[in-house]
């Protein structure tokens, strides 16, 4: 990656001249969050060509080879009660949603909490993580992950049938500078507007892009899975479901699938 035609097309932002650049490294957020420990200032990027140990939730593995797709995360270090970060990754996949179909013609998807998908195939994850003690956040990670120029005979067996790169679904090489720079400004335009005016307009645009308001859903959580229409995500950006059964239920955490046939 060209990590100056990145700091110019950020430049005047919060990430301009902020960008930690690494060849290989185990993790973007295990990197970040050992900055933001040492004191590395709000607005970090940790970037790397590849990670050895590329994670998702729940000790989920994100696949990520080298040369070919994006994976950064930011430092953050947000004035707002540890109980309001959740609502971040909301903000993170909102930007990355506007950011990537001028990339990419498929139709873009978010899916509660943190999934884009491109052509109902997931294209980017965002995993959020926090450090605070008692009522003040000492900092947050967000990491991105995107499949950029990515071939499907490259990806992984184990997720190839549900994945896909925004290269297959536009047929182009698509340059990972321009990407990025696209995602990191619109990502601080909509933190500000978090910061200043709260969770509210963030929720708005996501329930807008989302389009899972009313949809049947499958949620699979530790617990258990439930069955329910989605009604919507509340101001900590809990999802709400009207489950059947028992009424309406937040899932605070959890992996939602469209029930298929009946969306
Ligand atoms: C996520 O978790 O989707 C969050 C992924 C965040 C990755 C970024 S990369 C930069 C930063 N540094 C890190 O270490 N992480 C972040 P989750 O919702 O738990 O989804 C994980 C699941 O997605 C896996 O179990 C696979 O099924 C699937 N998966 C793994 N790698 C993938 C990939 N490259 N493309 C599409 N799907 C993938």
């Not at 990656?1 to 005047?12: E, Q």
């Not at 609502?87 to 506007?98: F, M, N, Q, S, Y």
């Not at 321009?178 to 400004?185: G, K, M, T």
Request: aromatic share 6%; glycine share 12%; with cysteine.
């Amino acid at each position: 990656m060209d990590i100056n035609k990145l700091n110019r097309a950020l430049s005047g932002g919060m990430f301009a001249n902020r960008i930690v650049f690494l060849p290989e490294t185990d993790s973007t957020n295990d990197r970040a969050a050992a900055l933001a420990v040492q004191g590395a200032e709000e607005g970090t990027v940790v970037f790397a060509e590849s990670q050895r140990g590329g994670k998702g939730r729940l000790g989920r593995k994100w696949h990520s080879p080298p040369g070919v797709n994006l994976y950064f995360s930011m430092v953050l270090r947000p004035a707002i009660a540890p109980a309001r970060a959740a609502g971040l990754t909301i903000v993170a996949g909102v930007a990355a949603a506007e950011a990537l179909p001028l990339f990419c013609p498929s139709p873009i998807e978010l899916k509660w909490p943190n999934d884009i998908l491109a052509g109902g195939k997931k294209v980017c994850g965002i995993l959020t993580e926090m450090r605070h003690s008692g009522g003040d956040i000492g900092h947050v990670v967000i990491g991105i992950g995107v499949n950029v120029n990515i071939r499907s005979v490259q990806l992984d067996e184990e997720i190839r049938s549900r994945a896909t790169s925004l290269r297959e679904e536009s047929g182009r090489k698509i340059s990972r500078e321009d990407l990025a720079a696209a995602i990191l400004i619109r990502f601080e335009e909509w933190y500000r507007v978090f910061l200043a005016e709260g969770f509210e307009p963030v929720r708005k645009e996501w329930i807008r892009k989302s389009g899972m308001t009313g949809r049947r859903v499958r949620v699979v959580m530790r617990n258990g899975v439930r069955e329910g229409t989605v009604t919507g995500m509340d101001e900590n950006g809990v999802l709400l479901l009207a489950a059947e059964g028992s009424g309406p239920i937040e899932i605070i955490s959890g992996d939602v699938e469209p029930v298929s046939g009946e969306e």
